[in-house]
């Protein structure tokens, strides 16, 4: 956790965030707020001294994670693919950015320059930076990562997440702009959403972290390297997956407002959409939008201290291949 002190005491960057977080909002419009600032909007993304991306709190413990995402989607929305550019500008490149995250020319990365444990770094850390290097050509960078994932036999940086099984090799290649193999494509990405599908039908409508590296992995399947196979794999992922609260969050913010703050536990919020989604008839709450666009909702929702304007960015991205 970085402490409130180190963000008094520290200068320089993007936004002093004990001071001042840099806040990016509707339109192009920046604000200036002290942490405990209640001025939000529904695109809110949180940056800190370093010009990284935290929980609204200051929290970098994530920050690799939501770089790559944040960085993955800014390009596919960019792209030929959309040419919907995401309207807010920020100050910092894509590569100072993972000049940060990346230690030295090492290969090794850690999540948050004030949290530098290369051993703390996750696959769920790991997934969404390779996909982001891959699509913005960072070759050299990439080749590093590739180098040490090989030397740590296909193992996470934390040595306990493996990246050997034929899902994670081939998302490896097609980052690296390499074929997949033919034979573990679409199987292997099959029985992975099928097995995430399954997970989620029994945890709960609350259980959506792990749909995040799915998107990210269906999604540079669909992009770099596609076919049939794996195109109708995404298809059942979109058509299967259980609903989750974040699918209700419109009807529920529409009752209670949000709550930037953080003041309602999640049991209470989530009794709350229970006793409204199972009303049912016309008084029951309705989906307001597709259900792996509700995951990225529920997982960075504002009531969490989370960054809602990381999945915004990704809203006409699931509309197009996860609808």
Not at 144 to 151: D, S
Not at 276 to 298: E, F, H, S
Request: one cysteine or more.
């Amino acid at each position: 956790m970085i402490t409130r002190r180190a963000f008094f005491t520290s200068a320089g960057g993007a936004a002093l965030c004990a001071g001042s977080w840099r806040l990016l909002g509707q339109g192009h419009e920046e604000r200036r707020l002290g942490c405990s600032g209640k001025e939000d909007s529904p695109n809110q993304i949180y940056f800190d001294k370093f010009g990284l991306i935290v929980q609204r709190n200051c929290d970098g413990g994530d920050t690799a994670q939501r770089e790559g995402w944040y960085w993955f989607g800014r390009w596919v929305r960019g792209s030929n693919f959309l040419n919907q550019p995401w309207p807010i500008e920020r100050q910092f490149s894509f590569d100072r950015v993972m000049s940060q995250l990346e230690i030295g020319q090492t290969g090794t990365f850690r999540r948050h320059p004030e949290k530098g444990d290369p051993n703390d770094f996750s696959r769920d850390q790991t997934i969404p930076i390779v996909a982001a290097m891959g699509v913005h050509n960072d070759n050299a960078r990439l080749q590093r990562f590739y180098q040490e994932l090989r030397r740590r036999n296909w193992m996470a940086q934390n040595g306990r997440d493996p990246m050997w099984d034929p899902v994670n090799r081939n998302f490896v290649a097609r980052a690296r702009n390499e074929d997949p193999s033919s034979l573990t494509d679409a199987l292997f990405l099959l029985a992975a959403v099928q097995a995430r599908i399954g997970i989620a039908r029994i945890k709960g409508m609350d259980d959506v972290g792990d749909d995040l590296n799915m998107v990210v992995t269906l999604l540079l399947a669909a992009i770099r390297k596609p076919n049939a196979g794996v195109d109708k794999v995404r298809e059942y992922y979109a058509k299967n997956m259980p609903d989750n609260y974040g699918m209700f969050l419109g009807s529920y913010r529409q009752q209670y407002g949000t709550d930037w703050d953080g003041k309602i536990s999640q049991e209470d919020m989530q009794h709350l959409m229970d006793t409204g989604i199972k009303k049912g008839g016309t008084n029951g709450w309705k989906p307001d939008c597709p259900r792996i666009l509700g995951a990225l909702r529920w997982y960075f929702r504002a009531e969490s201290g989370g960054c809602p304007g990381l999945a915004e960015l990704y809203e006409p991205i699931v509309k197009k291949w996860f609808q």
